[in-house]
């Protein structure tokens, strides 16, 4: 089997990439290794830290690299061994979607980290050191992710960020909405999982590698992308999948904008991006993305709209924009799609740190729990009204230039359905964290929010850096596409981004009519309020957990114990009662013994009579 | 008296013995039924000697007739040894050993 | 001295075992050091093996022959290749760990432990042999310590039976130990009655001379020959290798045994009857295993879905752990089945993976139970709290045991499926799948029942975590299981240069059939 | 009439001579001699060994009193198995007899060796004559030697220390030793067989008109006549090995009778039982493979079947290893049933093995019962904790018996299984296989019994030195062969070949009177 071109083997490879690569998982076997020091707490942390710094610093030296030399390297050592012949690639593969991604996780990663040492500060010792193991190890996981060379590595990652997101969700573990949240997003996740490594077997069966730049037929790209596709709904969240990403919010509120919002969620886009030589030829997969995609946009942006807690909100709205990287991709704009991740992995996390900041200052996750922030609050309100206002695409701030892009290149699919869809979602994009923001922010302080209180600096530079590219990512996106292998244009005149600039505004100023002002009372919500409660995506899921797969396995246990085993204790008990009910026959009466005697010497006289 | 007839007389009193070992209850009665059975295999010994010439039956009966007696011996001490222990002699009174 | 290597790794635990008989029983302490260092010396002697195997020569090496019945042709034979290096690591690894965890057994410890050494011996034996008859020997001395054991030192099943047919359960005492070892036991012997009937067929169609393995793999028995007497080697061995339907002994054998025994029974003997149908069936009757492979394959699938649903209706959870190793040998079966090189390597390295986990979860199992002295999951919940290293382990293995790439689990079985799919049945491949998929669901949900939640109940205030040298086996376990785990190859290569060998005899085997 | 001629006879002569030398021993001792005991039963082990030692110098193969007697390899393997058998069977009577029936010792050996005179001439014999006689010598002792504990019923009936008993009311319900009804079932069954035997034998000879085996059948197809009294020796002679359905006997004389005389009484004649149907059977119908080969067959698959069956509910471990040994012979039968050389060598290997696992067994029965305890699973309670050596060595014996691994139990039955495959019984194989399988169950309740029940007292049985040196001897036997078995297995192959060499060369002609030349 050739090796791709540019392949290197792994000894050959750049210290930086090493040292993004196994920096966290270096820290999290330390920890996993010494109790003692984990179990101190802040000692941890630190080692956390060190660790995502140093991926950091080297992301930041790969990507340099790359926008100056630019290409696409491997390196690599073979991870298993068949039939004479290695299969299966561990190392790194450099290109610029790697390390521009690499940059994004370990940026927003470090942030993350640093705001949760003030986060979870109050938590006891030996909790704090696990979550910041779990840390390293959600880095490393995500980190194997994005440099994997192949889909076999990239799926280990993809498990293990999954394993890790599990545990995460499930850090208040003495939370039993907790623990029902973590078995559910991992379930769930795991079951289109299940799509990925059939994925890897048809790929295995007809490449004999598991690359996605492997030649393949058109059958075998479409089969292989779809099965990819369903892990991607899985994973990204998308309908119907997407379920266990608003539960998921039972994590502490830094999880939730790590994994949950920023990186791990946008892995099934990155995932899209990077299997782009399959999707690309499998254009009935891309038909397929392009309706989840757009659908689940408008979905989930109108479940966001009922929303009280303020995390949900935001587990909505990520729903909504993944939905909106899926269409982009889906439409055929790689580069789109992934601008997009891009962009929305600094402002959501951003959002969602803001929205910890809150959280941590009020102690309550409701909407109606908050309220006049922006006064006690105003490094919080301000930049959390800035990756809002990113959110929803006002002009100027990275989100408008990366949603800008996604709607264009739906424009005109499918009798302008997905287009429309997606307009739509903008203007409710913005009305929604209009909602949040006016709520939380702006009006008479409610219920604790009357004594918050500006977070401390540990919170508040994680929020302030992440600003920076919610603001201003979107003026570099030319030499972004450039490393991706595309070109971007930029070009603030149009239709589509007036009409999307025009929307946002729009939406925030009717979310600044309805709960800002308070003058119009929006009754219309009331149904949608209505359906939500019914929950009815999740009721099937429960259904199909308690009243199908638990009873056909109590079905078969029974089945088990009773009939297969019991036909095995029949058989012993036949041997013993068979035994028992010849025992009579030794009556105790010599006489019959004789008899028996007699009996047999007759058989055999008349055995022996026979011809 | 042919040697068929002998032999089949001997057969017929082989079988009146078995049939006095199976329906007699005294011990000293079925020690009587084995010996017409042996007595039976002594007549048609004796018999097949006497029909076909030659010593051999007849040597065997004479061993066979020593072998008997020694076994009755034991047995008739066995059937005092019964009575002893049972205060009967009819082999149905043993039958604690049994199932 | 490495000629001697692979005597001294059977025969370490027994002579240890032997030095026990002779050690008074009072002295606890040295009748552990004694274990110990039989463990030990095997363990050490397999680390050995593996370093010295030479896998750029392959084949068997360190070969070690002693007649023992020259007339008939039967041979203590020794030597090892790259698949009984493996499995021999495996052993020795969990052997050492199940010495470790038997420490703390109070009642009558001497007798444990010989008996214990015993089986292991004979474990070894099996996986280094190449005498037809005297695998067969080792094979029973694997098996038949077990009773005593389990039979001894086991539990009964507390979960009371519900539901109109309950009486049935009084009737046999089931889950009692007592009926649990006996069940075992007798399951198991009929299944080497099978093993022997096919034994003398192997042995009188290749001129009754030998009972080599090399040798009788060579000979081309008729295709009749094959096609009758391999299923009985499949059900033979498959019955201690946990195939459906014979797997029956397996929950509740596996539950009623104590902590060490189940770490060893799971972890390692139902090895050996999987690695029965592919050493002996599958290498000396290519064509039946051809003309079986797909029920043979279909019924691992079996074992895998099923299994796996049975275990999720356990409220026991040592019989959830017991229904995943029945579950779990599916795929080795799977792996088997497969006929090629990708499922072989993967049925190997499950092998190892499985025995490993398994044993990681029976030994954290065995802790919890020492302490909470219930079974029962209901019962349970928020241990986490009050023992975080049990958790912590306990998630480890559970991850493993649903393949989570980074652990043992994950190479194998995706091998395995990788196997299937390019098999000539590739619809195994998605029932299996599907499988792994409610392993997930039973492992996490016991997981979560157990160590999740708010913290344990009145009942449950004075439990705490493991402590001493308790840590050792779920450390060494856990260390082979990331290990191996993360690099793979360490193990695959020496499995591979075996699988190699195996796959050329058995393709021109099938090539030149009759 | 030389010494020459009765060469091959040395050994039972010798034994014979040993037999007169206790009695007259027994006749010469004081009667309220303390040390009566320990001097005739040690005499009596000596001399036994001593004849054992013999049999490894002297040569004994030939033919003596004028060809009705064969010496060769077989007859050796044979002797050396009664002997043994008797030498065990000694020891551990030993201090039985010395506490039970003081003054009666010497008629207890000295039958015994009567016995195993009998015994060793029976495997040799080439006339039905001289076969008859021996088997009788065999036999009859056998029946006094059962009733032998005559008083020991009363004694039984009443437990003398209630402390020592596993539970007082379950020992007054336990069926108490009634010897008689041993012995009067033993002796009926057998009288009768023996009457059976005769009256088919007479009609064997009648037709044939000799009492040489190697004259019993010409060429020609044998008369219906002829196989009818083939028939009837086959019944009778089974009756003394114990298959179904002349088997009923067993378990009820094993549980009344004396413990030591049992673990003596259900290998010695088993083996000699064997041996006489292998001598009239094999060479007395020239290798004819007739309706005794398939009547042989069914004999075997119905006692291994009812066998296995009958012991799986017995409580009394007397009663259990008797249905067990009636399966056991099954296994024996089997081997018979090939009729060639190599199933010839697996049934003598297994009855060997068959001594050394069932007296061992009997013996530690009687060790555990004879100190105030009882013969079923409830007096085997705790053996292992009460006394690890006793517990060990039952274990080990009922592996053997069981067919496990690195016992000797297991190579027999694995030969047996081999050479009966071989021949083409794969039906029979299959069958034994699995029934082993349920041998297992009923051998593990015993073993269950000793190590897993708790102990209901915790003091070690007493056990005499001289049955300790039994059962130890048991022991090394049954691991040390099972470990390597090539001697014993060497040696077995060896007699059976040298049995069926004589059969296929042909006995030598049945050579006149008075002619001595041999």
Same mark, same amino acid.
Not at chain 3, 471 to 483: G, N, R, S, Y
Not at chain 4, 448 to 455: D, F, G, I, K, Q
């Given at each position: 089997?050739?090796?791709?071109?540019?392949?290197?083997?792994?000894?050959?490879?750049?210290?930086?990439?090493?040292?993004?690569?196994?920096?966290?998982?270096?820290?999290?076997?330390?920890?996993?290794?010494?109790?003692?020091?984990?179990?101190?707490?802040?000692?941890?942390?630190?080692?956390?830290?060190?660790?995502?710094?140093?991926?950091?610093?080297?992301?930041?030296?790969?990507?340099?690299?790359?926008?100056?030399?630019?290409?696409?390297?491997?390196?690599?050592?073979?991870?298993?061994?068949?039939?004479?012949?290695?299969?299966?690639?561990?190392?790194?593969?450099?290109?610029?979607?790697?390390?521009?991604?690499?940059?994004?996780?370990?940026?927003?990663?470090?942030?993350?980290?640093?705001?949760?040492?003030?986060?979870?500060?109050?938590?006891?010792?030996?909790?704090?050191?696990?979550?910041?193991?779990?840390?390293?190890?959600?880095?490393?996981?995500?980190?194997?992710?994005?440099?994997?060379?192949?889909?076999?590595?990239?799926?280990?990652?993809?498990?293990?960020?999954?394993?890790?997101?599990?545990?995460?969700?499930?850090?208040?573990?003495?939370?039993?909405?907790?623990?029902?949240?973590?078995?559910?997003?991992?379930?769930?996740?795991?079951?289109?999982?299940?799509?990925?490594?059939?994925?890897?077997?048809?790929?295995?069966?007809?490449?004999?590698?598991?690359?996605?730049?492997?030649?393949?037929?058109?059958?075998?790209?479409?089969?292989?992308?779809?099965? =990819?596709?369903?892990?991607?709904?899985?994973?990204?969240?998308?309908?119907?999948?997407?379920?266990?990403?608003?539960?998921?919010?039972?994590?502490?509120?830094?999880?939730?904008?790590?994994?949950?919002?920023?990186?791990?969620?946008?892995?099934?886009?990155?995932?899209?991006?990077?299997?782009?030589?399959?999707?690309?030829?499998?254009?009935?997969?891309?038909?397929?993305?392009?309706?989840?995609?757009?659908?689940?946009?408008?979905?989930?942006?109108?479940?966001?709209?009922?929303?009280?807690?303020?995390?949900?909100?935001?587990?909505?709205?990520?729903?909504?924009?993944?939905?909106?990287?899926?269409?982009?991709?889906?439409?055929?704009?790689?580069?789109?799609?992934?601008?997009?991740?891009?962009?929305?992995?600094?402002?959501?996390?951003?959002?969602?740190?803001?929205?910890?900041?809150?959280?941590?200052?009020?102690?309550?996750?409701?909407?109606?729990?908050?309220?006049? =922030?922006?006064?006690?609050?105003?490094?919080?309100?301000?930049?959390?009204?800035?990756?809002?206002?990113?959110?929803?695409?006002?002009?100027?701030?990275?989100?408008?230039?990366?949603?800008?892009?996604?709607?264009?290149?739906?424009?005109?699919?499918?009798?302008?359905?997905?287009?429309?869809?997606?307009?739509?979602?903008?203007?409710?994009?913005?009305?929604?964290?209009?909602?949040?923001?006016?709520?939380?922010?702006?009006?008479?302080?409610?219920?604790?929010?009357?004594?918050?209180?500006?977070?401390?600096?540990?919170?508040?530079?994680?929020?302030?850096?992440?600003?920076?590219?919610?603001?201003?990512?979107?003026?570099?996106?030319?030499?972004?596409?450039?490393?991706?292998?595309?070109?971007?244009?930029?070009?603030?005149?149009?239709?589509?981004?007036?009409?999307?600039?025009?929307?946002?505004?729009?939406?925030?100023?009717?979310?600044?009519?309805?709960?800002?002002?308070?003058?119009?009372?929006?009754?219309?919500?009331?149904?949608?309020?209505?359906?939500?409660?019914?929950?009815?995506?999740?009721?099937?899921?429960?259904?199909?957990?308690?009243?199908?797969?638990?009873?056909?396995?109590?079905?078969?246990?029974?089945?088990?114990?009773?009939?297969?085993?019991?036909?095995?204790?029949?058989?012993?008990?036949?041997?013993?009662?068979?035994?028992?009910?010849?025992?009579?026959?030794?009556?105790?009466?010599?006489?019959?013994?004789?008899?028996?005697?007699?009996?047999?010497?007759?058989?055999?006289?008349?055995?022996?009579?026979?011809? | 008296?042919?040697? /068929?007839? /002998?032999?089949?007389?001997?057969?017929?009193?082989? /079988?009146?013995?078995?049939?006095?070992?199976?329906?007699?209850?005294?011990?000293?009665?079925?020690?009587?039924?084995?010996?017409?059975?042996?007595?039976?295999?002594?007549? /048609?010994?004796?018999?097949?000697?006497?029909?076909?010439?030659?010593?051999?039956?007849?040597?065997?009966?004479?061993?066979?007739?020593?072998?008997?007696?020694?076994?009755?011996?034991?047995?008739?001490?066995?059937?005092?040894?019964?009575?002893?222990?049972?205060?009967?002699?009819?082999?149905?009174?043993?039958?604690?050993?049994?199932? | 001295?490495?000629?001697?290597?692979?005597?001294?790794?059977?025969?370490?635990?027994?002579?240890?075992?032997?030095?026990?008989?002779?050690?008074?029983?009072?002295?606890?302490?040295?009748?552990?050091?004694?274990?110990?260092?039989?463990?030990?010396?095997?363990?050490?002697?397999?680390?050995?093996?593996?370093?010295?195997?030479?896998?750029?020569?392959?084949?068997?090496?360190?070969?070690?022959?002693?007649?023992?019945?020259?007339?008939?042709?039967?041979?203590?034979?020794?030597?090892?290749?790259?698949?009984?290096?493996?499995?021999?690591?495996?052993?020795?690894?969990?052997?050492?760990?199940?010495?470790?965890?038997? &420490?703390?057994?109070?009642?009558?410890?001497?007798?444990?432990?010989?008996?214990?050494?015993?089986?292991?011996?004979?474990?070894?034996?099996?996986?280094?042999?190449?005498?037809?008859?005297?695998?067969?020997?080792?094979?029973?001395?694997?098996?038949?310590?077990?009773?005593?054991?389990?039979?001894?030192?086991?539990?009964?099943?507390?979960?009371?039976?519900?539901?109109?047919?309950? &009486?049935?359960?009084?009737?046999?005492?089931?889950?009692?130990?007592?009926?649990?070892?006996?069940?075992?036991?007798?399951?198991?012997?009929?299944?080497?009655?099978?093993?022997?009937?096919?034994?003398?067929?192997?042995?009188?169609?290749?001129?009754?001379?030998? &009972?080599?393995?090399?040798?009788?793999?060579?000979?081309?028995?008729?295709?009749?020959?094959?096609?009758?007497?391999?299923?009985?080697?499949?059900?033979?061995?498959?019955?201690?290798?946990?195939?459906f339907p014979f797997h029956t002994w397996s929950p509740d054998g596996h539950a009623a045994a104590p902590t060490a025994v189940s770490m060893l029974h799971a972890g390692v003997l139902m090895k050996l009857g999987a690695f029965g149908v592919i050493r002996i069936g599958m290498m000396l009757l290519p064509v039946g295993a051809a003309y079986w492979a797909p029920t043979v394959g279909a019924v691992a699938v079996v074992n895998i879905l099923y299994g796996a649903m049975c275990a999720m209706s356990q409220k026991d959870l040592k019989y959830i752990v017991a229904y995943s190793s029945v579950s779990h040998m599916g795929v080795v079966m799977l792996g088997a089945a497969t006929l090629n090189a990708t499922g072989w390597n993967g049925a190997i390295f499950q092998m190892f993976a499985h025995g490993v986990m398994t044993a990681l979860l029976f030994s954290l199992v065995g802790l919890v139970y020492e302490r909470a002295h219930t079974r029962i999951i209901a019962k349970m919940g928020g241990f986490g709290t009050i023992m975080p290293g049990v958790a912590t382990f306990f998630t480890l293995a559970m991850l493993s045991s649903l393949g989570l790439p980074g652990t043992?689990?994950?190479?194998?079985?995706?091998?395995?499926?990788?196997?299937?799919?390019?098999?000539?049945?590739?619809?195994?491949?998605?029932?299996?799948?599907?499988?792994?998929?409610?392993?997930?669901?039973?492992?996490?949900?016991?997981?979560?029942?157990?160590?999740?939640?708010?913290?344990?109940?009145?009942?449950?205030?004075?439990?705490?975590?493991?402590?001493?040298?308790?840590?050792?086996?779920?450390?060494?376990?856990?260390?082979?299981?990331?290990?191996?785990?993360?690099?793979?190859?360490?193990?695959?290569?020496?499995?591979?240069?075996?699988?190699?060998?195996?796959?050329?005899?058995?393709?021109?085997?099938?090539?030149?059939?009759? | 009439?030389?010494?020459?001629?009765?060469?091959?006879?040395?050994?039972?002569?010798?034994?014979?001579?040993?037999?007169?030398?206790?009695?007259?021993?027994?006749?010469?001792?004081?009667?309220?001699?303390?040390?009566?005991?320990?001097?005739? @039963?040690?005499?009596?082990?000596?001399?036994?060994? @001593?004849?054992?030692?013999?049999?490894?110098?002297?040569?004994?193969?030939? !033919?003596?009193?004028?060809?009705?007697?064969?010496?060769?390899?077989?007859?050796?393997?044979?002797?050396?198995?009664?002997?043994?058998?008797?030498? !065990?069977?000694?020891?551990?009577?030993?201090?039985?007899?010395?506490?039970?029936?003081?003054?009666?010792?010497?008629?207890?050996?000295?039958?015994?060796?009567?016995?195993?005179?009998?015994?060793?001439?029976?495997?040799?014999?080439?006339?039905? !004559?001289?076969?008859?006689?021996?088997?009788?010598?065999?036999?009859?002792?056998?029946?006094?030697?059962?009733?032998?504990?005559?008083?020991?019923?009363?004694?039984?009936?009443?437990?003398?220390?209630?402390?020592?008993?596993?539970?007082?009311?379950?020992?007054?319900?336990?069926?108490?030793?009634?010897?008689?009804?041993?012995?009067?079932?033993?002796?009926?069954?057998?009288?009768?067989?023996?009457?059976?035997?005769?009256f088919g034998l007479s009609l064997v000879v009648g037709m044939a008109g000799t009492t040489r085996l190697a004259g019993l059948f010409g060429a020609e197809t044998p008369a219906p006549i002829t196989v009818v009294g083939m028939m009837l020796v086959l019944a009778g002679l089974s009756f003394k090995i114990g298959v179904v359905p002349f088997h009923m006997w067993v378990p009820d004389t094993y549980e009344g009778a004396p413990t030591p005389f049992v673990a003596f009484l259900s290998v010695a004649p088993k083996a000699g039982g064997i041996a006489a149907l292998v001598v009239v059977f094999l060479l007395g119908t020239g290798g004819h493979p007739g309706h005794w080969t398939l009547a042989i067959a069914v004999l075997a698959a119905a006692s291994m079947t009812i066998g296995n069956l009958l012991a799986l509910p017995q409580t009394d471990v007397r009663r259990l290893l008797g249905f067990s040994g009636v399966a056991q012979m099954g296994y024996v039968l089997l081997a018979i049933a090939t009729g060639n050389a190599e199933g010839l060598s697996t049934a003598a290997f297994y009855l060997a093995a068959y001594v050394f696992s069932n007296m061992g067994a009997f013996?530690?029965?009687?060790?555990?019962?004879?100190?105030?305890?009882?013969?079923?699973?409830? @007096?085997?309670?705790?053996?292992?904790?009460?006394?690890?050596?006793?517990?060990?060595?039952?274990?080990?014996?009922? !592996?053997?018996?069981?067919?496990?691994?690195?016992?000797?139990?297991?190579?027999?039955?694995?030969?047996?299984?081999?050479?009966?495959?071989?021949?083409?019984?794969?039906?029979?194989?299959?069958?034994?296989?699995?029934?082993?399988?349920?041998?297992?169950?009923?051998?593990?309740?015993?073993?269950?019994?000793?190590?897993?029940?708790?102990?209901?007292?915790?003091?070690?049985?007493?056990?005499?030195?001289?049955?300790?040196?039994?059962?130890?001897?048991?022991?090394?036997?049954?691991?040390?062969?099972?470990?390597?078995?090539?001697?014993?297995?060497?040696?077995?192959?060896?007699?059976?070949?040298?049995?069926?060499?004589?059969?296929?060369?042909?006995?030598?002609?049945?050579?006149?009177?008075?002619?001595?030349?041999?």
């Open positions: 089997m050739s090796l791709p071109v540019g392949a290197l083997p792994l000894e050959a490879a750049p210290i930086p990439a090493f040292v993004a690569l196994f920096a966290p998982a270096v820290a999290a076997l330390v920890l996993a290794a010494a109790p003692a020091l984990r179990r101190r707490g802040a000692p941890a942390s630190w080692v956390t830290l060190t660790a995502s710094l140093l991926a950091t610093a080297a992301a930041v030296t790969l990507l340099v690299t790359q926008l100056r030399e630019g290409g696409s390297h491997v390196w690599m050592a073979s991870w298993l061994q068949i039939n004479g012949a290695g299969v299966g690639d561990f190392g790194v593969r450099l290109d610029g979607v790697s390390a521009t991604m690499l940059l994004v996780v370990c940026v927003v990663a470090t942030c993350v980290q640093v705001f949760s040492l003030g986060y979870m500060h109050d938590e006891k010792p030996p909790a704090f050191g696990r979550y910041f193991a779990y840390h390293a190890l959600f880095l490393f996981s995500m980190n194997l992710l994005v440099l994997a060379p192949d889909l076999l590595q990239l799926f280990a990652g993809w498990e293990l960020v999954g394993a890790t997101s599990y545990l995460l969700i499930g850090f208040y573990y003495q939370k039993p909405s907790a623990g029902q949240a973590a078995l559910k997003a991992f379930w769930i996740t795991k079951l289109a999982d299940m799509g990925f490594l059939m994925a890897l077997m048809v790929l295995y069966k007809t490449t004999g590698t598991f690359r996605w730049d492997a030649a393949v037929t058109a059958a075998t790209a479409t089969t292989v992308s779809g099965l =990819l596709f369903f892990a991607v709904v899985g994973k990204s969240a998308q309908f119907p999948l997407h379920i266990w990403l608003p539960d998921a919010m039972e994590g502490p509120t830094p999880v939730s904008a790590l994994l949950h919002a920023a990186t791990m969620v946008a892995a099934g886009v990155f995932l899209i991006v990077r299997a782009n030589p399959l999707f690309a030829h499998a254009p009935a997969t891309r038909d397929v993305m392009l309706l989840v995609g757009s659908g689940t946009a408008l979905f989930a942006a109108c479940l966001a709209l009922v929303q009280t807690d303020i995390k949900k909100v935001l587990a909505y709205s990520t729903c909504s924009q993944l939905g909106y990287m899926v269409a982009a991709l889906g439409a055929g704009s790689v580069f789109g799609g992934f601008f997009h991740l891009a962009t929305h992995a600094f402002f959501k996390a951003l959002l969602f740190l803001a929205a910890g900041s809150v959280i941590h200052a009020v102690h309550s996750n409701e909407l109606a729990d908050m309220g006049g =922030l922006r006064r006690r609050m105003p490094v919080t309100a301000t930049t959390f009204i800035i990756g809002a206002m990113s959110l929803a695409g006002i002009p100027g701030l990275a989100g408008f230039f990366s949603k800008d892009l996604v709607l264009a290149s739906v424009e005109g699919r499918y009798g302008w359905v997905p287009f429309g869809a997606l307009m739509a979602t903008a203007f409710l994009t913005a009305f929604y964290m209009g909602r949040v923001v006016f709520l939380a922010f702006f009006g008479e302080a409610r219920g604790h929010a009357g004594h918050a209180h500006e977070s401390g600096g540990s919170l508040l530079v994680p929020l302030l850096v992440l600003t920076v590219p919610s603001v201003a990512l979107g003026w570099v996106a030319a030499p972004l596409a450039h490393l991706s292998g595309a070109t971007y244009e930029l070009h603030l005149v149009g239709v589509v981004p007036i009409l999307a600039a025009s929307l946002g505004l729009g939406g925030f100023a009717l979310a600044w009519v309805v709960y800002g002002r308070g003058t119009l009372v929006v009754s219309a919500l009331a149904p949608l309020e209505r359906l939500v409660a019914t929950r009815a995506v999740n009721r099937v899921y429960e259904v199909g957990y308690r009243r199908v797969l638990l009873v056909v396995a109590d079905v078969l246990g029974w089945i088990d114990r009773y009939l297969i085993d019991g036909l095995m204790n029949f058989l012993g008990w036949s041997a013993v009662a068979g035994g028992r009910a010849l025992r009579r026959v030794q009556t105790g009466n010599a006489q019959d013994y004789v008899f028996a005697v007699v009996l047999g010497a007759i058989a055999l006289a008349a055995w022996g009579l026979l011809p | 008296m042919t040697l /068929s007839t /002998s032999i089949l007389l001997a057969a017929a009193m082989f /079988s009146v013995g078995v049939y006095g070992l199976l329906t007699r209850r005294h011990a000293v009665a079925i020690l009587l039924s084995v010996e017409l059975m042996a007595n039976a295999a002594n007549l /048609s010994f004796v018999a097949f000697s006497h029909f076909r010439g030659g010593a051999t039956g007849q040597l065997f009966a004479l061993f066979a007739l020593a072998i008997t007696v020694a076994e009755v011996a034991v047995g008739l001490a066995l059937v005092l040894l019964l009575y002893r222990t049972y205060g009967d002699t009819r082999t149905d009174a043993a039958k604690e050993l049994r199932g | 001295m490495i000629a001697a290597l692979l005597p001294v790794i059977v025969a370490a635990p027994a002579v240890a075992a032997l030095i026990l008989l002779a050690i008074p029983s009072r002295y606890a302490i040295a009748t552990r050091v004694v274990s110990m260092a039989g463990a030990t010396v095997s363990f050490a002697g397999s680390v050995l093996a593996a370093v010295h195997y030479d896998r750029h020569v392959g084949g068997l090496q360190m070969p070690f022959d002693l007649p023992l019945i020259p007339s008939l042709g039967v041979h203590l034979s020794l030597a090892i290749d790259g698949w009984g290096v493996s499995l021999v690591l495996l052993t020795g690894v969990i052997i050492f760990a199940a010495v470790l965890a038997s &420490f703390t057994v109070q009642r009558r410890d001497k007798e444990f432990f010989i008996y214990l050494l015993v089986l292991v011996s004979g474990v070894f034996g099996v996986f280094v042999c190449q005498d037809l008859l005297i695998f067969f020997l080792f094979y029973e001395i694997a098996v038949l310590p077990m009773y005593l054991l389990i039979g001894i030192w086991g539990s009964s099943n507390v979960v009371p039976e519900a539901g109109p047919f309950r &009486f049935v359960w009084k009737i046999f005492d089931v889950g009692g130990r007592e009926y649990a070892a006996m069940k075992l036991t007798v399951m198991l012997l009929l299944g080497s009655a099978a093993i022997l009937v096919s034994i003398f067929v192997l042995y009188q169609g290749a001129g009754a001379t030998t &009972f080599n393995l090399g040798v009788l793999g060579a000979v081309p028995y008729a295709r009749t020959t094959q096609i009758i007497v391999f299923p009985l080697l499949w059900m033979g061995f498959g019955s201690l290798g946990g195939v043992a689990g994950f190479a194998a079985e995706l091998m395995v499926f990788l196997g299937a799919w390019h098999g000539s049945h590739a619809w195994w491949t998605i029932p299996a799948i599907l499988g792994a998929f409610v392993t997930a669901i039973y492992v996490l949900r016991a997981s979560r029942a157990i160590f999740w939640g708010p913290g344990p109940s009145e009942h449950f205030h004075d439990l705490y975590d493991a402590r001493g040298v308790e840590w050792a086996a779920p450390i060494v376990l856990a260390v082979a299981i990331v290990v191996f785990g993360v690099w793979p190859r360490l193990l695959l290569d020496l499995i591979d240069p075996a699988t190699i060998e195996y796959l050329r005899d058995f393709a021109s085997a099938i090539v030149r059939q009759p | 009439m030389t010494f020459d001629t009765l060469r091959p006879l040395v050994l039972p002569l010798a034994v014979t001579a040993a037999a007169l030398v206790v009695l007259l021993a027994d006749l010469a001792l004081p009667p309220n001699s303390a040390r009566r005991g320990k001097v005739l @039963g040690g005499l009596t082990v000596a001399l036994l060994s @001593g004849v054992l030692v013999a049999s490894f110098v002297v040569d004994t193969s030939g !033919l003596a009193a004028h060809g009705a007697y064969v010496g060769n390899a077989w007859t050796t393997f044979f002797a050396r198995l009664f002997l043994v058998a008797g030498a !065990l069977g000694v020891l551990g009577a030993m201090e039985h007899l010395e506490a039970h029936a003081p003054r009666r010792q010497g008629e207890y050996y000295t039958l015994l060796l009567f016995s195993i005179v009998g015994m060793m001439i029976v495997p040799g014999a080439r006339d039905l !004559l001289l076969l008859v006689v021996a088997f009788e010598l065999m036999g009859i002792p056998l029946y006094i030697l059962a009733a032998y504990a005559k008083t020991d019923a009363a004694k039984t009936r009443k437990v003398s220390d209630p402390a020592r008993a596993f539970d007082a009311a379950e020992a007054a319900k336990a069926p108490h030793a009634p010897a008689a009804e041993a012995a009067i079932k033993l002796y009926l069954v057998g009288a009768t067989s023996t009457a059976i035997t005769l013996l530690v029965l009687h060790a555990v019962a004879a100190d105030g305890g009882t013969h079923d699973l409830a @007096g085997l309670a705790g053996l292992s904790r009460r006394s690890p050596f006793l517990g060990l060595s039952l274990l080990a014996f009922l !592996l053997s018996l069981a067919g496990i691994p690195f016992m000797i139990g297991f190579w027999a039955k694995l030969f047996i299984f081999l050479a009966a495959y071989r021949a083409g019984l794969v039906g029979l194989v299959v069958l034994g296989s699995v029934l082993a399988v349920v041998g297992l169950f009923y051998y593990l309740q015993v073993a269950r019994a000793a190590y897993m029940v708790e102990p209901t007292q915790a003091a070690a049985p007493r056990v005499g030195g001289a049955l300790r040196a039994a059962i130890l001897l048991c022991l090394l036997a049954a691991a040390g062969l099972g470990l390597w078995p090539a001697p014993l297995h060497e040696s077995a192959s060896e007699a059976g070949a040298s049995l069926s060499n004589s059969l296929s060369t042909g006995t030598p002609a049945p050579v006149s009177p008075g002619d001595d030349s041999q």
